[in-house]
């Protein structure tokens, strides 16, 4: 059955639009399952039914046309239900709704599944026989298995034919993703493919076939150059036999296999990618389903040189285009290399497929004040390339091809926003005391984006977290022990007096280097942080002495050690930086070196219980709410698949933070947080109100949060979160933090444009 199932998901994978799609389907799984019917329903959530899609045994004239209601018959039971009916008398049963116009009253045999996305009801499956009988667990199991491989398929499907229909009626389409940076953009799509797939293609026709042979023809050629060149590289290190691969490359790139197939494809009148992407899918099947091994594999060389020569057509149109000066960037997974090579003032906002709002490159947007939406629906990104934008990052809203009157409208919104902001500036250079006189350090986390913050450091209290692993990922190799003493000195200077604590290399997990990677199963829980620093002393060492270098005659540095989960860690890691200072003494005699007082993050949950250890062996500890929460929580910060479960609101975090306060302050030591919650007004008061006296965050919210903590009381704020830490519920207590927020007059901060 395996062979069977990926069969029909791949045809359905491939068909042109949503209705063939589903032809397609009910045809497949009614012969694969030697039923008498096979149907698929669509759950219309603005009317509340179910309308038929397509059949294979019903009345086909009712596709399209027949609906039955959510609570109706039993299409609508397994929707209520979620779970399969597998019945052999279907008018039988009390819920069984008798519909003439289907055409099914022949029919005893039942059995259905649900079509479930994202917690989502998306629709329902049926398959039916005349005879009279109960489907085998065999065949119940297959169904159900391929509503679960088709769920995410379908409902991308479904989407694109509503996104196909709407831009012919010049409507507006909206995709929901999950807020990552406030803010609203107004702009032009530019779309990035940093790993193309032909699943990332669109059909499209173009009546210009010449142009299109153009296109395709220049592709070809550049993709036979890059065979050439390989096969040189390559001719002196692997024997001629292994070469000859490069020849059968380049016999299928020839006119009579592959060229011949596109351009019948190009006659038809698709565009060249469309009808590369046609002609390399159907190859891929024909081999797939071969039964010699050998050619079977032949899939995977079919594949690569589709994926090459669709590579060179797409950077040839990509070659001619610019950023526009008001981009909205997309891309399957945003990276903090693509925000970069944005023009300066040119990004207007930020969407990602995949990633999470706590990746680094969500930060990062955060840090910019970039508007961003992180894990929204995936699609075929070129679809939406040079479309016109809105992207309410509030709600978590990217609206395509917006209506004038809609871009009015979040125009004035914008405007406001900004209007607030300038709220904020006013008093960006006051001090952030509270109404009863608790004074609040706040600080920056930097690194990420060092001109910006720099030129913003009177603005701040110093430096919380510094992430030097930020300057590594943009060097080609590892940088020398002088080349980042002269980078941390230029940081350390330019914040002079005031502190900056130095987070050691903290690599691993979605933090890569180019020339240093490695892959695991599970990078969040395998080789990062410190224990990549205590398996590679030379480089740990190296740091730490460029550190100590950078510090003399300053004396503002402060270093920290990031993923400490135990005490062995923090001993190695004391022991080698007691090991620099020696060395530096013995090489600097006439030089005064400063020890620098040296902390831990505390962000693996077994730190949380060794405060006391702490207290006798480091000067101080720094939370990280981020990797904290995604540890206490079991969740993965970077998958979108489980993002709506990652929230540092969750009372067990919310208790985690107050536990470690109050073990901080019994054992009298300093302690701060540098996670994103103390970016937020909500976060900073339940913070403060534990006892959190310095917070660190990104430059765009310490104006916003300065705003905030003068206008409270402390006194206010723990009440707040003793009724905060009562809930069970995450959604329970930002309800109370925004009515809190609310009552004291500042609801302008919760404007959500509708």
Same mark, same amino acid.
């Given at each position: ?177 999950? #807020? ?33 042979q153009r296109l395709f023809t220049q592709a070809v050629a550049a993709t036979r150059k890059e065979f050439n060149t390989l096969s040189m590289t390559l001719s002196d290190s692997i024997p001629q036999e292994a070469l000859a691969v490069f020849d059968v490359y380049q016999q299928l790139l020839d006119a009579k296999s592959l060229g011949h197939n596109v351009e019948i494809q190009l006659q038809q009148g698709w565009c060249a990618k469309s009808a590369l992407k046609i002609v390399i899918e159907r190859l891929i099947s024909q081999f797939n389903a071969m039964q010699d091994p050998y050619i079977k594999e032949r899939a995977v060389d079919v594949k690569d040189i589709g994926l090459r020569v669709l590579h060179h057509l797409v950077n040839t ?94 125009? $004035? ?53 510094? $992430? ?59 080789? $990062? ?35 400490? #989960? ?7 890691? /004391? ?23 040296v902390g831990i993050m505390l962000e693996v949950p077994s730190s949380l219980f060794m405060i006391p250890e702490w207290s006798k062996k480091v000067d101080f500890c720094s939370v990280g709410s981020n990797d904290l929460t995604q540890y206490l929580l079991a969740v993965d910060r970077s998958n979108a698949r489980v993002a709506q479960l990652f929230n540092p609101y969750h009372p067990a975090v919310l208790r985690a933070l107050k536990q470690i306060a109050s073990d901080c302050e019994y054992h009298q030591m300093p302690f701060s947080l540098c996670g994103e919650l103390g970016g937020d007004p909500e976060g900073a008061i339940l913070l403060i109100a534990m006892g959190y006296r310095r917070l660190s965050m990104n430059l765009s919210s ?8 003068? $206008? ?36 302008? /901060? ?5």
């Open positions: 059955m395996l062979a069977t199932l990926r069969a029909i998901v791949e045809s359905v994978s491939r068909q042109a639009n949503l209705d063939s799609a589903l032809v397609c389907f009910v045809q497949m799984v009614k012969d694969a399952m030697k039923t008498q019917c096979c149907s698929i329903y669509f759950a219309d959530y603005s009317q509340d039914n179910f309308i038929l899609m397509a059949t294979e045994g019903l009345n086909p004239d009712a596709v399209g046309k027949f609906r039955i209601g959510f609570t109706e018959g039993l299409v609508g039971l397994v929707a209520q239900r979620e779970e399969p009916i597998n019945i052999a008398f279907a008018k039988s049963h009390p819920r069984f709704k008798l519909s003439p116009e289907v055409n099914e009253e022949g029919y005893n045999a039942f059995l259905s599944v649900p079509v479930v996305h994202q917690k989502k009801v998306l629709g329902v499956i049926v398959v039916q026989q005349k005879v009279a009988r109960v489907f085998s667990q065999d065949e119940e199991s297959f169904l159900i298995t391929l509503s679960a491989q088709l769920a995410s398929q379908l409902a991308h499907a479904e989407i694109k034919e509503v996104l196909r229909q709407e831009e012919s009626s010049h409507q507006t389409s909206v995709l929901k993703g999950v #807020s990552s940076a406030p803010g609203i953009g107004i702009g032009q799509a530019f779309v990035l493919l940093p790993k193309l797939d032909f699943k990332s293609i669109e059909l499209q026709k173009n009546s210009d076939v010449v142009e299109q149109e990509r070659a001619v285009k610019d950023y526009p000066s008001n981009t909205i960037l997309i891309a399957s997974t945003v990276t903090p290399a693509m925000l970069a090579e944005v023009p300066k003032g040119c990004l207007s906002g930020v969407v990602s497929v995949s990633g999470s709002v706590n990746s680094h490159a969500s930060i990062l947007t955060r840090a910019m004040g970039i508007p961003a939406i992180w894990g929204i629906e995936d699609l075929p990104l070129l679809q939406f390339n040079g479309k016109t934008m809105i992207l309410d990052a509030f709600a978590g809203r990217l609206y395509i091809s917006p209506s004038q009157m809609l871009v009015d409208e979040y125009t $004035r919104l914008q405007y406001q926003d900004s209007l607030l902001n300038n709220r904020f500036l006013k008093e960006q250079y006051s001090e952030a005391v509270t109404l009863d006189g608790k004074h609040i350090s706040l600080r920056l986390n930097a690194g990420l984006e060092l001109n910006t913050e720099q030129s913003s450091v009177d603005v701040c209290d110093g430096v919380g977290l510094y $992430r030097t692993e930020a300057w590594f990922m943009q060097k080609g190799q590892f940088p020398s022990q002088l080349e980042q003493e002269n980078w941390y000195r230029e940081v350390l200077t330019s914040y002079y007096p005031k502190p900056v604590v130095m987070r050691t290399l903290d690599i691993g997990g979605d933090k890569v280097l180019d020339y240093f990677n490695f892959t695991e199963e599970n990078p969040f829980l395998g080789w $990062r942080g410190i224990r990549i620093s205590l398996d590679h002393p030379e480089l740990f060492l190296d740091q730490l002495k460029a550190m100590l270098k950078a510090n003399m005659g300053l004396g503002n540095l402060k270093i920290m050690l990031p993923m400490i #989960s135990g005490t062995e860690e923090v001993d190695e890691s /004391l022991a080698l930086f007691e090991q620099a200072y020696f060395e530096l003494s013995e090489k600097y005699p006439a030089q005064v070196i400063e020890k620098p007082a310490l104006n916003k949060v300065r705003w905030v903590v003068r $206008r409270l009381n402390a006194s206010d704020m723990k009440t707040l979160l003793a009724a905060c830490l009562a809930q069970s519920s995450a959604k329970q207590v930002l309800r109370l933090t925004r009515n809190f927020m609310i009552e004291h007059g500042l609801g302008d /901060l919760f404007y959500t444009p509708k």
